[in-house]
């Protein structure tokens, strides 16, 4: 018998660039994801083969190793993780993993670790609960992968639930999962990847963390409030009063975001009583907002995902979008209408593979759905 996990994507429809500040956000597990059939392996080794990659991974759960700079490191990390928090992990594992879209910007890192976690516990033996597996795979990715993120990913893959909305609070880990309501219109979870895949760690990813800690740590010393180490300085410790009165002070990097932050964490308050509503055009709306803030603001997204972007405030049917994940490169999320599905492919695909015809073999749009997450599914046993 070979034993099955399977861990969702995830988007982040309001929320954006704000969970490594302790914001608020919001979030849908998808129906894609990480998917990995093993069987335990009584020496503690690991060996896994990859039907998107072609190499093997090779480790072990016997002792942290170094990274190799190639896509076994997150098996690598998980059991880095267990490790650092004082798990003797002892069985290994061998199998077969399988990502169902392309990588870039829904989380897939996220994804894989706590794949790699839940199925390296269960041959263990090693109960963790649904707090304790976000906490070691937060610290996973940025501990041993380097990447200076929030829970937004994890919690958003493990306390996902069909049809509702996560609303977190990065800060604290309260969560509520807000259901759609009865009248709420028809609605899919367009994932439009722009044919290039992205490397935070390569990206100017943890210089924007860096710029909204400094930003922070300006902030405090404007207003005369004790301060330690930038390192744990994040915006939420600062009120949006004293931005207003100290923001033009700033560096003008660092004010624009801050100014992302303060407006975003606002747009996740009206986008959640939007929700609530059931008001997806509202909804939608305020999902541009954050799209246009993250291009003006926070300054990321690559000319592909830009296009993208221009091309979905114009076309017919698309409620809202924004660049999914940390937006450098990678995909585009929308929010749409299934009845206008014809004509946003259409749009989309003319209008992007004429600015970029190269990329016409690896473009490519899904139509995707809220899912449960880890919390809400069974593991499965296959033949």
Not at 50 to 73: C, I, P, Q, Y
Not at 198 to 214: F, Q
Not at 286 to 310: D, K, T
Request: proline share 4%; net charge negative.
């Amino acid at each position: 018998m070979m034993n099955q996990i399977h861990t969702p994507y995830r988007v982040c429809p309001l929320g954006a660039h704000v969970d490594h500040q302790h914001g608020l956000v919001s979030g849908f597990a998808l129906n894609r994801g990480v998917t990995l059939r093993y069987e335990p392996v009584e020496d503690g080794s690991i060996r896994i083969v990859s039907k998107n990659f072609a190499s093997v991974a090779k480790s072990t759960v016997l002792h942290e190793t170094d990274r190799e700079m190639h896509w076994g490191d997150y098996a690598r990390a998980a059991v880095a993780a267990l490790r650092n928090a004082k798990y003797e992990p002892s069985v290994g594992l061998r199998g077969e993993i399988e990502g169902t879209l392309p990588i870039g910007g829904l989380s897939s890192s996220a994804s894989v670790i706590i794949t790699y976690l839940r199925a390296i516990c269960a041959v263990n033996g090693i109960q963790l609960t649904h707090k304790q597996l976000i906490v070691l795979a937060h610290w996973a990715e940025t501990r041993y992968i380097g990447l200076n993120n929030g829970i937004l990913d994890q919690s958003c893959e493990i306390y996902g639930k069909k049809d509702h909305l996560l609303f977190l609070d990065t800060q604290t880990g309260a969560y509520e999962l807000i259901p759609q309501p009865l009248r709420m219109p028809a609605y899919k979870l367009a994932i439009i990847f722009s044919g290039v895949e992205h490397a935070l760690i390569n990206s100017a990813y943890n210089a924007r963390v860096d710029e909204c800690k400094a930003a922070a740590y300006a902030l405090k010393a404007f207003a005369c409030i004790p301060y330690e180490k930038i390192a744990d300085t994040r915006l939420r410790d600062v009120d949006p009063a004293i931005f207003e009165r100290f923001g033009e002070k700033l560096p003008d990097n660092w004010r624009k975001r801050a100014l992302h932050y303060y407006t975003e964490v606002e747009r996740v308050a009206k986008g959640v009583e939007a929700w609530r509503a059931g008001d997806l055009h509202r909804f939608g709306q305020i999902i541009f907002q954050s799209g246009n803030s993250s291009v003006y603001n926070y300054e990321c997204g690559s000319p592909e995902l830009r296009a993208l972007h221009e091309i979905a405030l114009r076309t017919d049917g698309v409620y809202g979008g924004r660049f999914s994940g940390a937006g450098f490169m990678g995909s585009y999320f929308a929010l749409v209408d299934p009845v206008f599905r014809e004509q946003i492919v259409a749009s989309f695909t003319n209008e992007y593979l004429k600015l970029f015809p190269e990329l016409k073999d690896r473009f490519c749009i899904h139509f995707c759905e809220s899912a449960d997450g880890v919390q809400h599914e069974a593991d499965e046993r296959m033949a």
